[in-house]
C-alpha cells in the first residue's frame, strides 16, 4: 500500500516537472507549434526573417479582420494607443490576460487605448476563438493571423504583449502574462 501511494506521488511529481519545464520556466511557449501564415500568392517570396522588435522601434503595419468583421489596420491607429496581444483560441492560461485586457479596454477605450488579440498558431479557428471569448468572458477585438503578424512582431510565445504609442513605436514589450496593474501602470505612462 506504501510502495503504490509512493509510485502514485512520484509519477505525479515527475509530470508537474515535465509540464513546468517543457513550458519553458512556467510560460507556454510556441517555439515548436505551426505559426500560422496566408498562403502565398503568385510572385510572393516569403520575406527575411524579422529582426527581434523591442521598445523604442517602430511597430510593424498590419491589416487583420476581427471575428465581428471589423477591419484593424494598425496604420489606422495613428493617434491612439494600440495593445497587441498574441494568443490562441486554445489556450487556457490566455484566458486571465484577455480578462485583464477587457477591464483594460473598460477603463481605457475611451482614453484613445485599442486592443487586438492576435491567435497566430496554426490550431486556431474561429470556434476557438468565439469560444476562448464566451468561456473565459472577454470582450476584446480577436483576430486570426491573416497579415503575418506573427513573423512581423516574431511572435513565438503565446501571451506575448506589445503596447505601441500613438506615434507607432513600441513602448512595451513582454512574454508572459501581464497583470492588470502593469497594464495600468504602462499606459498611465504614455496617455
Known amino acids: 500500500m506504501r510502495t503504490n501511494k509512493l509510485l502514485i506521488v512520484g509519477g505525479v511529481t515527475v509530470i508537474i516537472l515535465v509540464v513546468y519545464f517543457g513550458t519553458k520556466n512556467g510560460y507556454l511557449s510556441v517555439r515548436n507549434a505551426e505559426i500560422s501564415q496566408p498562403a502565398l500568392s503568385g510572385n510572393s517570396v516569403p520575406s527575411s526573417p524579422p529582426s527581434i522588435l523591442g521598445v523604442g522601434q517602430k511597430a510593424p503595419d498590419f491589416k487583420l479582420t476581427t471575428l465581428d468583421s471589423k477591419e484593424f489596420r494598425l496604420v489606422d491607429k495613428k493617434g491612439k494607443t494600440v495593445i497587441l496581444f498574441g494568443m490562441a483560441g486554445w489556450c487556457s492560461t490566455c484566458i486571465p490576460e ?73 513602448t512595451y514589450k513582454d512574454e508572459q502574462i501581464t497583470s492588470y496593474e502593469d497594464y495600468k501602470k504602462e499606459l498611465d505612462k504614455i496617455i
Do not use: C, H, M
Request: charged share 30%; hydrophobic share 35%; aromatic share 8%.
Open 98 to 170: 484577455g480578462r485583464n485586457l477587457t477591464k483594460i479596454k473598460e477603463e481605457y477605450s475611451d482614453k484613445g487605448v485599442e486592443i487586438i488579440g492576435v491567435a497566430f498558431t496554426k490550431g486556431d479557428n474561429d470556434n476557438f476563438l468565439k469560444e476562448y471569448k464566451e468561456v473565459g468572458g472577454i470582450d476584446i477585438p480577436i483576430a486570426l493571423d491573416t497579415d503575418n503578424v506573427a513573423q512581423k512582431y516574431n511572435l513565438t510565445r503565446l501571451e506575448t504583449t506589445y503596447i505601441i504609442n500613438k506615434d507607432g513605436v513600441i
